[in-house]
């Protein structure tokens, strides 16, 4: 099981590489809580890149603060890649950010009431880019309910970590 020290260090890399480009992250998080935006602010020099986050728990604070669009919620539902896009998205424009995330998932202990089962867990970034669409994808986690939210968090500082890294300069 990945440890606090790991979220760390990953978290103290995706800063130096966020630093480096001059970009800024947001988050958009379900299943984790605020988890991730926790472990990000952990680190010293956080507030060099970290501008905030939201925790859409609710089905409405996803549609209502965030933009999930309402046809995404009734095609696709809460828990799919469709979601997690429009959260990072959402969040990103909300908080002015050059990157955002978002995380959709069961963290468990039991299904969903859709009957998808624990530790399904979908993550978007979506990056201020003119040629870029989302980097996402889907896992599935095992553990306890904990475990899933901690193994998100994780999942989604490499994945932010991998879409800055990647990203080409808009000249």
């Given at each position: 099981?990945?440890?606090?020290?790991?979220?760390?260090?990953?978290?103290?890399?995706?800063?130096?590489?966020?630093?480096?480009?001059?970009?800024?992250?947001?988050?958009?998080?379900?299943?984790?809580?605020g988890m991730l935006s926790?472990?990000?602010?952990?680190?010293?020099?956080?507030?060099?890149?970290?501008?905030?986050?939201?925790?859409?728990?609710?089905?409405?604070?996803?549609?209502?603060?965030?933009?999930?669009?309402?046809?995404?919620?009734?095609?696709?539902?809460?828990?799919?890649?469709?979601?997690?896009?429009?959260?990072?998205?959402?969040?990103?424009?909300?908080?002015?950010?050059?990157?955002?995330?978002?995380i959709t998932g069961v963290?468990?202990?039991?299904?969903?009431?859709?009957?998808?089962?624990?530790?399904?867990?979908?993550?978007?970034?979506?990056?201020?880019?003119?040629?870029?669409?989302?980097?996402?994808?889907?896992?599935?986690?095992?553990?306890?309910?904990?475990?899933?939210?901690?193994?998100?968090?994780?999942?989604?500082?490499?994945?932010?970590?991998?879409?800055?890294?990647?990203?080409?300069?808009?000249?």
């Amino acid at each position: 099981m990945h440890t606090h020290d790991e979220q760390l260090t990953c978290a103290s890399q995706l800063i130096e590489h966020a630093r480096l480009r001059g970009l800024h992250i947001a988050c958009a998080e379900s299943c984790t809580a605020g988890m991730l935006s926790s472990t990000i602010a952990a680190v010293s020099g956080a507030s060099d890149v970290l501008l905030g986050g939201i925790v859409s728990y609710a089905v409405s604070v996803k549609r209502d603060v965030l933009g999930v669009s309402q046809e995404t919620l009734n095609n696709y539902g809460v828990y799919s890649f469709q979601c997690a896009e429009e959260m990072a998205q959402g969040v990103r424009a909300l908080l002015k950010a050059e990157v955002g995330v978002g995380i959709t998932g069961v963290a468990g202990p039991g299904p969903s009431e859709e009957g998808i089962s624990a530790g399904h867990v979908w993550i978007a970034v979506e990056a201020q880019t003119s040629c870029r669409h989302p980097l996402k994808r889907h896992y599935l986690f095992e553990g306890t309910r904990d475990d899933v939210r901690k193994q998100a968090t994780l999942a989604a500082l490499e994945l932010l970590d991998e879409a800055i890294v990647n990203m080409q300069n808009d000249t």
